[in-house]
C-alpha cells in the first residue's frame, strides 16, 4: 500500500493563478482532511469529507475549493493564488472518524507551495 | 480558540534522559491524540487515549489524560536521538463536527 500520496511534492506559483494539490489515498478510508502548516501557527485545517460527495468547511476555507467524487481522491483547489497561501500542504484519512479505534489520522508527505 | 496548547514549545535534552511533553485544552474531549513529525515530513500517529482512559503505553511512550484539568501529557522514556521531531497534540472536542484540532507543536531535540 502506498498510503496517503500528495502531488506535487514542490511548486511555485504566481499570484491569481488557479492550481489543483492532488491527494490519493489507496486504504478504502472514508474520512479524508486538508490542512495547511505554517511557521508558529501548527496545523490548521481547510476542508475535510467524511465520505464520497461529502465535503465541508474547516477553520480556514477562504480561497480555496475541494471536491470528493470518489472515496480514493480529495483535491484541494486554489482559485486564485494569493501570497498569504504560501504554506505547505497536507492531506490526511483515516477509516472514519467517530469511531475512535479507526479514527488515527495517515498523513502525506506534504506540498511545499510558494506563491509569488 | 479550541486549539489545544502544548508546552514547552520546545525542549532539549540528553540522549538517555526522559522527555515530558504537556497539552492543554479548554472544552471537552472525545479523544486526544499525540502526533510526531519529522522534518519534510508528514506527521505519525503515535498514541490515542480516549476521554474516559487515564493512562496508555505504547514502547518507550507513555500518554496520561487528566479530564478535571483538561491537560494530556507524553512521557518518552530513555529518549534516543532518532526521538528528534516535534511533537503535536490533536483533540477531538466534544460537539464539533468531524475534525481534529492540532497544537502548534512542540519542538524536541535530543543530543548524543
Known amino acids: 500500500n502506498a498510503g496517503v500520496t500528495q502531488t506535487p511534492k514542490f511548486q511555485v506559483l504566481k499570484t491569481g493563478q488557479s492550481m489543483t494539490l492532488q491527494c490519493a489515498q489507496d486504504m478504502n478510508h472514508e474520512y479524508m482532511s486538508w490542512y495547511r502548516q505554517d511557521p508558529g501557527m501548527g496545523l490548521r485545517l481547510i476542508h475535510y469529507?467524511?465520505?464520497?460527495?461529502?465535503?465541508d468547511q474547516g477553520e480556514v476555507p477562504n480561497g480555496y475549493n475541494v471536491s470528493r467524487s470518489t472515496t480514493e481522491d480529495f483535491p484541494l483547489r486554489l482559485l486564485s493564488a494569493a501570497p498569504s497561501q504560501t504554506s505547505v500542504y497536507f492531506c490526511a484519512s483515516s477509516y472514519s472518524f467517530r469511531q475512535a479505534r479507526d479514527q488515527p489520522q495517515h498523513f502525506g508527505d506534504g506540498t511545499r507551495l510558494s506563491i509569488l | 480558540s479550541q486549539q489545544g496548547e502544548e508546552d514547552p514549545q520546545a525542549l532539549s535534552i540528553q540522549e538517555g534522559e526522559n522527555a515530558t511533553m504537556n497539552c492543554s485544552y479548554k472544552?471537552?474531549?472525545?479523544?486526544l491524540q499525540w502526533y510526531r513529525q519529522n522534518s519534510g515530513r508528514g506527521l505519525v500517529h503515535l498514541i490515542l487515549i480516549r476521554s474516559n482512559e487515564r493512562e496508555k503505553h505504547s514502547g518507550r511512550l507513555r500518554v496520561t489524560l487528566d479530564t478535571s484539568k483538561k491537560s494530556s501529557s507524553l512521557l518518552i522514556t530513555a529518549s534516543r536521538a532518532a526521538d528528534t521531531a516535534s511533537y503535536f497534540c490533536?483533540?477531538?472536542?466534544?460537539?464539533?463536527?468531524?475534525?481534529?484540532?492540532f497544537g502548534k507543536g512542540i519542538t524536541l531535540s535530543v543530543r548524543p
Open positions: 490533536a483533540t477531538d472536542f466534544t460537539g464539533a463536527n468531524s475534525k481534529l484540532t
Open positions: 472544552t471537552s474531549i472525545n479523544n
Open positions: 469529507s467524511v465520505g464520497a460527495g461529502i465535503t
